[in-house]
Structure formats: structure tokens, C-alpha cells
């Protein structure tokens, strides 16, 4: 069963903007947070920004940071990644990903990939010069 949708990828050039999407899944409850990630051709996975399902904080990669920004809309079960001045090396496939919660988790980093439980399939994001 489909518990997260990611969309809003494509392609834009240098200098442009994207806003990403993840609908949650009802499937998915009490979750701790949830997560954008990115991964390109001979890279690894990158945490890009996180947010946390009660309190609303958010990490931000120092990568994208003063570039992108993570939201979220409860009563939509979406969680957003605002990208502005896109540039080439933010072309990747995009993920969303839940952290469901539970105990024996280290939590070290908000955005550490190993806490994400559950994945979307992932968009595709290109920024061309």
C-alpha cells in the first residue's frame, strides 16, 4: 500500500525555484517526522531538510540551507520542500520519507537517513545551466 506520494519534480534552469510535495498516507500514524532526501548518479544519499510531526521543528542540510525550506499543512497531511535558487548539483531524484516513531532509534541527527522507516518513490528534480 502507497503510504507517501511524492511530486512536484521537473526540470528548470539555473536560478529557478520547484516546491516539492509528500502526502502522507492515513496509513501512516504517529509518525515522529518526516524527511526530503536526494540522490544523484554516483553520489550518496543526502538528508536534505527534516520536520517533526508535533513540534514542527526542522533541520536543514548546510548544503541547501538559505535555499530551501520544509513546511507542512496538517489538515493536508503534506509535507513541502521550497526550493529557491536551484542550482546543477541540486539535480538528484528527490525522497520523502517517515520516521514512525517507536523507541531503540539513536536520533542522533534529525535528518539521519537510518530513522526513516517508510519511503516514496521519489521525483525527479533537473537544473539545467
Known amino acids: 500500500q502507497v503510504q507517501l506520494v511524492e511530486s512536484g519534480g521537473g526540470s528548470v534552469q539555473l536560478g529557478g525555484s520547484l516546491r516539492l510535495s509528500c502526502l502522507v498516507s492515513r496509513f501512516i500514524q504517529g509518525y515522529y517526522a518526516i524527511g526530503w532526501f536526494r540522490q544523484a548518479p554516483g553520489k550518496e544519499r543526502e538528508g536534505v531538510g527534516c520536520i517533526r510531526s508535533a513540534a514542527g521543528s526542522t533541520e536543514v542540510s548546510d548544503s541547501v540551507k538559505g535555499r530551501f525550506t520544509v513546511s507542512k499543512d496538517n489538515d493536508k497531511r503534506t509535507v513541502y520542500l521550497q526550493m529557491n535558487n536551484l542550482q546543477p548539483g541540486d539535480t538528484a531524484v528527490y525522497y520523502c520519507?517517515?520516521?514512525?516513531?517507536?523507541?531503540?532509534?539513536?536520533?542522533?541527527?534529525?535528518?539521519?537517513?537510518?530513522?526513516?522507516?517508510?519511503w516514496g518513490q521519489g521525483t525527479q528534480v533537473t537544473v539545467s545551466s
Open positions: 520519507a517517515a520516521d514512525g516513531g517507536g523507541f531503540g532509534k539513536l536520533r542522533r541527527r534529525l535528518c539521519s537517513s537510518e530513522n526513516y522507516d517508510v
